[in-house]
């Protein structure tokens, strides 16, 4: 839990750390690892090289199939995306990696709309000024415009503009947000748009444990736990060892006729009793045999919605679904919401 300024942290056996020289969002980092329930934030994993071995993970794997599916349904259905917002209009790309599959939603909107502008949003803000400047080579007339922060910063950052906003949040990306924080999310998302403006969600309806058993295995350890290791070692000098923490995969399955969708839920689990010590920070963890680190602050890694949960999802946050379309195995999905108040489409 966070104590006075948000560089202090008070960690479970109560001794305070005041650090001024590491950033605010780092000390947020040691108040995950060190709460009653350990944790990342989610937007940790993705530094410049885990979002390097992230994409090229989802682009080749031959298990983990949200980036093709995802494509599949963005190479048939992208112009119908674009035709959803009127002249002028930007992109807003929130957690963007690479935008490898936004292309195919940039190039329908430059054909309807012109000259246009993208802002790329995601914490990895080397990463995207670097895919930024490769995306204005290639398309002459478009500005791209990297917003380094967190999906709601994103949204923030363009709220005052006055052209139509087209959200995209893509690659399964918002399953990782909280089942307890999902509608509070989509709520502020949906006070910050106007009547022109839409958001599309790419949702990952695949619910079979043997397939997700298969998407999700040892092949997510070079990002999740190799390089999560070693970036905290760097940021806070630590002596964590690799080879002391399991990968580890679990299915939380939740009836399909219900509001919560089943998930999957990713953590590192200690492989012995050891202590962990961040010389930076004057701090020691002791992880019991077992004990776990999960991936992100909620219960979930990764939600498996269904439609009827979808529509349920966006009626409870000020939304209505606009259009959405699946691929050919409908276990993925791309919708369209619209503000609830100018809908007038009934799917």
């Known amino acids: 839990m966070m104590s006075g300024q948000a560089s202090d942290v008070t960690t479970e056996g109560g001794n305070v750390i005041s650090r001024d020289d590491v950033p605010d969002e780092l000390m947020s980092v040691v108040t995950s690892l060190t709460s009653p329930r350990r944790y990342v934030p989610q937007w940790y994993v993705y530094d410049t090289r885990g979002s390097e071995l992230c994409e090229q993970l989802i682009q080749k794997s031959k298990t983990y199939k949200v980036w093709q599916h995802e494509y599949s349904i963005l190479q048939t259905h992208a112009d119908d995306i674009a035709s959803k917002v009127s002249s002028p209009a930007v992109i807003v790309d929130l957690g963007s990696g690479a ?9 329908a909107m430059r054909q309807r709309h012109g000259r246009l502008t993208f802002v790329p949003v995601d914490m990895a803000k080397e990463f995207i000024e670097t895919c930024g400047r490769q995306l204005e080579t290639d398309y002459p007339g478009l500005t791209v415009e990297p917003f380094g922060g967190l999906y709601m910063d994103g949204v923030q950052n363009v709220a005052a503009r006055e052209e139509n906003r087209l959200l995209l949040w893509l690659g399964n990306s918002f399953s990782n947000v909280s089942i307890h924080d999902q509608v509070k999310m989509l709520q502020e998302i949906r006070a910050h748009l106007s009547d022109g403006d839409r ?56 009836a399909p006729d219900g509001d919560t969708p089943s998930y999957v839920a990713l953590s590192l689990s200690s492989s012995c009793r050891q202590r962990v010590h961040f010389k930076t920070l004057g701090l020691d963890i002791d992880f019991d045999d077992g004990e776990k680190i999960y991936f992100y602050e909620g219960p979930n890694t990764s939600c498996k919605f269904n439609l009827r949960q979808l529509r349920r999802l966006a009626e409870s946050s000020g939304f209505a679904v606009d259009a959405y379309w699946t691929n050919a195995e409908e276990n993925y999905c791309v919708i369209c919401l619209a503000p609830a108040d100018v809908s007038h489409t009934s799917v």
């Not at 490898?100 to 940039?106: C, G």
């Not at 970036?231 to 080879?243: A, Q, S, T």
Request: aromatic share 10%; charged share 35%; hydrophobic share 40%.
């Open 99 to 107: 935008s490898s599959k936004t292309r195919l939603v940039i190039e």
């Open 199 to 254: 958001l599309v969600l790419g949702v990952d309806m695949d619910a079979d444990r043997e397939a997700l058993s298969r998407a999700y295995g040892d092949q997510w350890a070079p990002i999740w736990r190799d390089n999560l290791i070693s970036r905290l070692n760097k940021d806070f000098d630590g002596n964590m060892d690799v080879e002391k923490f399991d990968f580890s995969f679990e299915l939380v399955e939740n």
